[in-house]
């Protein structure tokens, strides 16, 4: 891919009603870009169906959600969830007897880990240890989820799944240093990468955030072909990342966070769109915009492009109700601290060659650099000091902004799909909006 691919407009489009199936392909945990889409599910009368990752017991095995994990998952969800560990990634399996990935990380410090090596024919065959369980679970959640969706029904598949970073101590030292170190304590994230560590990272990645992707549209074959031969349509999407178009001197302009570690992961999960689109097969990744989150705070300067979808509002035509959300980030800020004097120091960040330097869509992911740290991570702190409190957040209005406008967007784009991979840049956010509250 040359070039992104923005949708432009705000779709109207909707096949889905009432019995109609929406299913989760990812546990919800807190706060995050699945919330829209549910809402709109709800919304739109569908029955909600979801899964879980299961959890793991003292011994680390994989477990299903007891009776009171369960019923506390449905209530969060607000409808169903087949009861059958769907736990991606193969950091903690291994042929029986054998140490998993994980094991053979423990004994990794932050003075060894650059040199130590892994058995890679041993991760090998964790790897397809891992694979196995997981599709063998698809399977019995299919054979579940097929007694829930009449014939003629349409069903929405929304991919969630993401992640895959093992848990072993010396990794959160080395991200600390990756993502927020500057000075002595940078790091370079191709050193990470190019470690035996980075490389089991980077499988595990792809296992998790892409491949699960076409496990779901694979393991789903049978319920798809039932409902297309009754009359229903079945669609699939997926939260992809790629960069995004933010307002920059007054155009919108492809961005992106560096370095984002998964970003191969989310090209192959584009790929794994592109191929099913090919076959005929409704599925679309949708690159949405950088927010903050639990998960994403580790990353810190990711919430530096959120800024510019202010005066994207403005530019859009969202009149009084954009006015209100420059108050409501305004109100935040410190006594004596202006928004626009923070706009200013966000133009200023994003005219540096530093940053030009790092708008090449052909080149990403990029790996980071000692200069872009002191200036994304010395931006991103002059800006928190602005503020109030670091509890509240211009970013935490604008992060909630984002969820607000994509739920729409996927939801409608999806039931006429303009192609497998689409961009949800800050202009059609801020349309989307601004039609939501005119």
């Known amino acids: 891919m040359k070039s992104p691919i923005p949708l432009r407009n705000v779709p109207h489009s909707n096949i889905f009603r009432k019995g109609d199936v929406f299913v989760l392909f990812g546990e919800l945990f807190g706060r995050g870009y699945a919330n829209g889409l549910i809402n709109e599910a709800r919304q739109a009368g569908m029955t909600i169906v979801g899964v879980t990752v299961g959890r793991r017991d003292e011994n680390n095995a994989l477990r299903a959600l007891t009776a009171e994990e369960h019923a506390a998952a449905e209530a969060n969800l607000g409808g169903r969830i087949i009861n059958v560990p769907l736990m991606a990634g193969f950091d903690l399996d291994a042929p029986a007897g054998e140490p998993t990935p994980t094991d053979l990380l423990a004994n990794m410090t932050l003075k060894s880990w650059q040199e130590d090596k892994l058995d890679w024919a041993h991760i090998e065959k964790c790897r397809e240890v891992g694979v196995k369980r997981f599709k063998d679970s698809v399977a019995k959640v299919m054979q579940e989820l097929d007694g829930m969706i009449p014939d003629g029904a349409n069903a929405f598949f929304a991919h969630t799944m993401a992640g895959g970073i093992p848990k072993v101590k010396v990794f959160l030292a080395i991200a600390n240093r990756v993502y927020k170190g500057r000075g002595e304590r940078f790091l370079s994230s191709s050193a990470l ?31 798809r072909a039932r409902l297309e031969k009754t009359g229903g349509q079945v669609r699939y999407t997926a939260y992809g990342y790629h960069g995004t178009e933010i307002l920059i001197d007054d155009q919108y302009q492809w961005q992106t966070y560096t370095s984002y570690t998964q ?29 903050r989150t639990n998960s994403s705070d580790i990353f810190v300067g990711v919430e530096l492009s959120l800024f510019p979808l202010l005066k994207a509002l403005k530019k859009e035509q969202g009149g009084a109700w954009a006015q209100a959300q420059w108050q409501a980030c305004r109100d935040v800020l410190q006594e004596g601290q202006t928004l626009e004097g ?26 980071n650099s000692a200069e872009l740290a002191d200036v994304m991570i010395g931006t991103s702190d002059d800006i928190t000091k602005m503020h109030k409190s670091r509890d509240a957040l211009v970013t935490d209005v604008l992060s909630a902004l984002v969820l607000e406008g994509t739920g729409p967007l996927m939801f409608y784009e999806t039931s006429n799909p303009a192609g497998p991979v689409l961009w949800l840049s800050h202009d059609v956010i801020a349309k989307q909006l601004n039609e939501l509250h005119q």
């Not at 990272?201 to 955030?209: G, R, W």
């Not at 491949?211 to 779901?216: I, K, P, Y």
């Not at 923070?342 to 790996?367: C, H, Q």
């Open 193 to 223: 990468l190019n470690s035996d560590l980075g490389k089991l990272i980077l499988m595990n990645f792809d296992e998790v955030t892409a491949n699960t992707f076409q496990h779901l549209i694979d393991g789903s074959a049978a319920i």
């Open 263 to 291: 970003g191969k992961a989310k090209m192959r999960l584009e790929h794994v769109a592109e191929e099913a689109w090919k076959q005929g097969i409704k599925a679309t990744c949708y690159n949405c915009p950088e927010i």
């Open 342 to 367: 923070l706009l200013e120091t966000i133009d200023a960040y994003n005219a540096s060659d530093v940053m030009k330097g790092f708008r090449n869509f052909t080149a990403w992911p990029m790996p």
